[in-house]
T-cell receptor, first 111, second 116 residues
Framework: SQKIEQNSEALNIQEGKTATLTCNYTNYSPAYLQWYRQDPGRGPVFLLLIRENEKEKRKERLKVTFDTTLKQSLFHITASQPADSATYLCALDPGADGLTFGKGTHLIIQP | GAVVSQHPSWVICKSGTSVKIECRSLDFQATTMFWYRQFPKQSLMLMATSNEGSKATYEQGVEKDKFLINHASLTLSTLTVTSAHPEDSSFYIC????????????FGPGTRLLVL
């Protein structure tokens, strides 16, 4: 069965540093991989989508890489800020159906 | 980005009652909407795919008679939890893909259901 793992339940980073979150998956070949931010009691907010034929995508302070050989995506937040503290979800996207989500990584940016 | 709304944002009901949750795409048409459920500290789990004008497709283990889905228009899908029980208490979230071919799924703010 499909399995998607995110690197840890909580990640503490000092403000101004780069936060790197990991998403690994098995038994799956997604057309796309998406990253979302979720705050407590709220629905996920879309951040970035990367296609299977793309290696890297950037948006402002965010960068996502996608290695289909390693079956891994890395999500980077540069110059991190306390406002970046949230849970970040990785989701596998087959292209037409619903998403398969990881449990998420709780990121804490400390001032 | 596109906006998806849900109503109500939270609901408390007695065991045995039915609860209807609405999901609307506000500025785009969505031929397909999705319903997810999230328990505390767990990932979002896909429950069903709602298709405009046709029957919903349910994931394995999700009872279609328990969770009724109606996708009556290109901007509205409803999820009805029938004869709700305490174990149905959860955070229900809908999402939609832009029918124009956009790959991104846009999520609603979620509905917190508490069954007493």
């Amino acid at each position: 069965s499909q399995k998607i793992e995110q690197n840890s339940e909580a990640l503490n980073i000092q403000e101004g540093k780069t936060a790197t979150l990991t998403c690994n998956y098995t038994n799956y070949s997604p057309a796309y991989l998406q990253w979302y931010r979720q705050d407590p009691g709220r629905g996920p907010v879309f951040l970035l989508l990367i296609r299977e034929n793309e290696k890297e995508k950037r948006k402002e302070r965010l960068k996502v890489t996608f290695d289909t050989t390693l079956k891994q995506s890395l999500f980077h937040i540069t110059a991190s800020q306390p406002a970046d503290s949230a849970t970040y979800l990785c989701a596998l996207d087959p292209g037409a159906d619903g998403l398969t989500f990881g449990k998420g990584t709780h990121l804490i940016i400390q001032p | 980005g596109a906006v998806v709304s849900q109503h109500p944002s939270w609901v408390i009901c007695k065991s045995g009652t039915s609860v209807k949750i609405e999901c609307r795409s506000l500025d785009f048409q969505a031929t397909t909407m999705f319903w997810y459920r999230q328990f505390p500290k767990q990932s979002l789990m896909l429950m069903a795919t709602s298709n405009e004008g046709s029957k919903a497709t349910y994931e394995q283990g999700v009872e279609k008679d328990k969770f009724l889905i109606n996708h009556a228009s290109l901007t509205l899908s409803t999820l009805t939890v029938t004869s709700a029980h305490p174990e149905d208490s959860s955070f229900y979230i809908c999402s939609a893909r832009d029918g124009g071919g956009e790959e991104t799924q846009y999520f609603g703010p979620g509905t917190r259901l508490l069954v007493l």
